[in-house]
C-alpha cells in the first residue's frame, strides 16, 4: 500500500496542482457559455508543439524544450487575441462557434503537419492522452508556480472578470475596456493550459476544467460555494482515477475522465433528490 501511494504521489500533486486553477477556470467557462474553450486552447498549442517537431526535430525529442513552450505560448497568446476580438466586434456569430470552428482548423492543421514528419503519429497521441503518471517533479513545481502567478492576478481582479464574465453587456455600457479585460483572461486561460497539456495532455486538461465545475453547478450558486465543491470533488475523484488506474492497470489519463464522468452522471441522475442549492 505504502508502495503504491509513493509511486502516485507526484501524479496525485499534479492533479491537485492543476485542479486548483482549472477548477477556478471552469466556473467563468460554464458561465461565459464557451465549453470548448479549453480544448480549442489545447488543440492550438499543440500546433505550436508540432511546429517544433515539424522544424526543430533535434528541440522535439527534447522534454518539453524550451524552443516548443515558447511557440505554444505564442500560438496560444495569438488566439487569445483573436477571441477578445471577436467578442467585442462580431455579435452576429456566436462565441462557441469561433471557437468551434478555431478548434477544427487547429486540430487540422496538427494532423497534417505531424503527417509530415515520421514519429509524427506518436507524438500525436502523446500529446492527447499526456502521461501525468510519470509527472515529474521539476515540471510540477514549475506549473505551480505559473498557476499561482495566475491564480493571485485572477483574485487581485477577481471583481472586474467576474463582472465580464456574468454580464459582458453591462461591463461594456458601464466603461470596462472590456477587449482588454477579455484578453487578459483568454491569454491567462492560454498559459494555463499550454502549461498543463504538457504533463496531461488535450483529454485530461478538458475534463478537469469542466466536469467538476459541472458537477458544482448541480449543487451550488454562488462562486465560493461553487469553487469549494469543484476542488473537493477533483480531488477525491482523482485520488479514485488514480487507485483504480494503479490496480486495474488502466492508462491513468482515460482512467481520471471516465471516473470524472461516472460521478457526474451519478449526481445528475440523484440530482432530483437534493433541490436545495448552495
Keep these: 500500500m505504502w508502495e503504491a501511494a509513493y509511486f502516485l504521489l507526484p501524479s496525485f500533486v499534479a492533479c491537485l496542482v492543476i485542479l486548483f486553477i482549472l477548477g477556478y477556470l471552469g466556473i467563468h467557462v460554464l458561465e461565459r ?3 470548448f474553450i479549453d480544448i480549442a486552447f489545447a488543440q492550438i498549442a499543440t500546433v505550436g508543439s508540432a511546429l517544433v517537431f515539424i522544424l526543430f526535430r533535434q528541440h522535439a525529442l527534447e522534454e518539453h524544450s524550451v524552443v516548443e513552450r515558447i511557440f505554444a505560448l505564442g500560438c496560444t497568446i ?7 476580438f471577436v467578442s467585442k466586434k462580431v455579435t452576429r456569430i456566436s462565441q462557441e462557434t469561433v471557437i468551434g470552428v478555431s478548434y477544427a482548423i487547429a486540430a487540422a492543421a496538427t494532423i497534417f503537419l ?3 514528419a515520421a514519429g509524427g503519429d506518436v507524438h500525436l497521441e502523446e ?3 499526456g502521461s501525468i503518471l510519470w509527472a515529474k517533479w521539476p515540471q510540477i513545481l514549475l ?3 505559473v498557476y499561482s502567478i495566475i491564480g493571485i492576478f485572477h483574485y487581485i481582479f477577481r471583481s472586474k472578470f467576474i463582472r465580464l464574465t456574468t454580464d459582458y453587456k453591462g461591463a461594456a455600457q458601464g466603461g470596462m475596456n472590456v477587449m482588454v479585460w477579455d484578453f487578459l483572461f483568454y491569454a491567462s486561460m492560454g498559459i494555463v493550459i499550454t502549461y498543463t497539456v504538457e504533463i496531461s ?3 485530461l486538461t478538458f475534463a478537469y476544467l469542466i466536469i467538476p465545475a459541472t458537477f458544482s453547478a448541480l449543487f451550488a450558486q454562488g462562486w465560493r460555494s461553487r469553487l469549494i465543491i469543484t476542488w473537493l470533488m477533483g480531488a477525491l475523484v482523482s485520488i479514485a482515477g488514480l487507485a483504480f488506474s494503479y490496480c486495474f492497470d488502466f492508462s491513468c489519463g482515460p482512467s481520471l475522465v471516465s471516473m470524472m464522468g461516472f460521478v457526474l452522471i451519478i449526481a445528475a441522475l440523484f440530482k432530483k433528490h437534493m433541490p436545495i442549492k448552495l
Design 33 to 35: 457559455e464557451i465549453i
Design 78 to 84: 495569438c488566439a487569445a487575441a483573436f477571441f477578445s
Design 114 to 116: 505531424l503527417s509530415l
Design 127 to 129: 500529446m492527447f492522452a
Design 143 to 145: 506549473c505551480a508556480a
Design 201 to 203: 495532455g488535450v483529454l
